[in-house]
């Protein structure tokens, strides 16, 4: 097939199906978990028309639903079998999991598993509270590529031109300046040699994070491994030990899922 067909057919869209998503996305978030047509369509920058059209197949399919007495939408009920029956298929859940119960356990933090999604966004798909700290971020919340230290860890290992393309759109959880940005893009090369990235409350103060990614069998990077706890609780070589922890456990999901960590 000639290349320039393959590039048109991975770029086309269906704009209802893109709409769909985006409404599951935008009532998965606690912000907008129950809202009202008009919340809805402007959040999305959708005509009500068009908005009402998608809910109402939404309703049917019981994937979303409609609440008569507050005439606001939530997720529906259908969802929570769609997401367990992908828990049940997603092998490399089954695999990773006992992982970050392991990480937990001998480190007394929360620990997350990462997915990159589309081109600029991640979300946890799974987490490990700790027993004594946990951190209050639910599952399926949704992330800047460059947030964090499992954000680093997935820049980390694109092409330069494509991490800093990433980096320049600069739509974190908080913008940031054209210094912190070079430093970023700096700070990669180095994060790519080591196995690690750890994160100093740049994003949420008093919070550090430390992760490595994850190889797939095609040896790129999807997924990153992170633990999060107070800066007070990780300082200086605590943090490196840490780091060189999560890195080998991250080697072994990667061995497990039939990739391979690339020699720098």
């Given at each position: 097939?000639?290349?320039?067909?393959?590039?048109?057919?991975?770029?086309?869209?269906?704009?209802?199906?893109?709409?769909?998503?985006?409404?599951?996305?935008?009532?998965?978030?606690?912000k907008?978990?129950?809202?009202?047509?008009?919340?809805?369509?402007?959040?999305?920058?959708?005509?009500?028309?068009?908005?009402?059209?998608?809910?109402?197949?939404?309703?049917?399919?019981?994937?979303?639903?409609?609440?008569?007495?507050?005439?606001?939408?939530?997720?529906?009920?259908?969802?929570?079998?769609?997401?367990?029956?992908?828990?049940?298929?997603?092998?490399?859940?089954?695999?990773?999991?006992?992982?970050?119960?392991?990480?937990?356990?001998e480190?007394?933090?929360?620990?997350?598993?990462?997915?990159?999604?589309?081109?600029?966004?991640?979300?946890?798909?799974?987490?490990?509270?700790?027993?004594?700290?946990?951190?209050?971020?639910?599952v399926?919340?949704?992330?800047?590529?460059?947030?964090?230290?499992?954000?680093?860890?997935?820049?980390?290992?694109?092409?330069?031109?494509?991490?800093?393309?990433?980096?320049?759109?600069?739509?974190?959880?908080?913008?940031?300046?054209?210094?912190?940005?070079?430093?970023?893009l700096?700070?990669?090369?180095?994060?790519?040699?080591?196995?690690?990235?750890?994160?100093h409350?740049?994003?949420?103060?008093?919070?550090?994070?430390?992760?490595?990614?994850?190889?797939?069998?095609?040896?790129?990077?999807?997924?990153?491994?992170?633990?999060?706890?107070?800066?007070?609780?990780?300082?200086?070589?605590?943090?490196?030990?840490?780091?060189?922890?999560?890195?080998?456990?991250?080697?072994?999901?990667?061995?497990?899922?039939?990739?391979?960590?690339?020699?720098?």
């Open positions: 097939m000639d290349e320039h067909v393959k590039k048109a057919k991975r770029k086309y869209n269906v704009p209802a199906v893109d709409s769909a998503f985006k409404i599951l996305t935008l009532l998965s978030r606690k907008f978990s129950k809202s009202n047509l008009t919340e809805i369509a402007n959040a999305l920058s959708l005509t009500p028309t068009t908005c009402y059209r998608i809910l109402q197949k939404l309703e049917e399919l019981s994937v979303v639903r409609y609440d008569q007495s507050s005439k606001r939408y939530s997720l529906g009920p259908y969802l929570v079998v769609l997401g367990e029956r992908a828990k049940e298929n997603i092998l490399d859940l089954s695999v990773i999991m006992p992982y970050l119960e392991r990480l937990t356990e480190t007394g933090l929360t620990s997350f598993l990462v997915n990159r999604i589309g081109e600029k966004k991640s979300t946890i798909i799974a987490k490990v509270e700790a027993e004594q700290f946990g951190i209050n971020v639910s399926g919340r949704h992330f800047s590529i460059v947030d964090g230290a499992y954000g680093k860890c997935l820049l980390a290992n694109l092409r330069r031109e494509e991490a800093k393309r990433l980096i320049d759109y600069n739509d974190g959880l908080r913008p940031l300046t054209e210094k912190e940005m070079k430093e970023l700096a700070e990669l090369e180095m994060i790519k040699i080591k196995g690690f990235a750890i994160s409350g740049e994003y949420i103060d008093g919070l550090i994070g430390i992760a490595a990614p994850i190889f797939n069998n095609t040896n790129t990077v999807e997924m990153s491994i992170s633990l999060v706890g107070l800066t007070s609780q990780l300082q200086g070589a605590e943090a490196e030990r840490i780091g060189e922890l999560i890195k080998g456990i991250a080697n072994e999901i990667t061995n497990k899922l039939g990739g391979e960590r690339p020699l720098v």
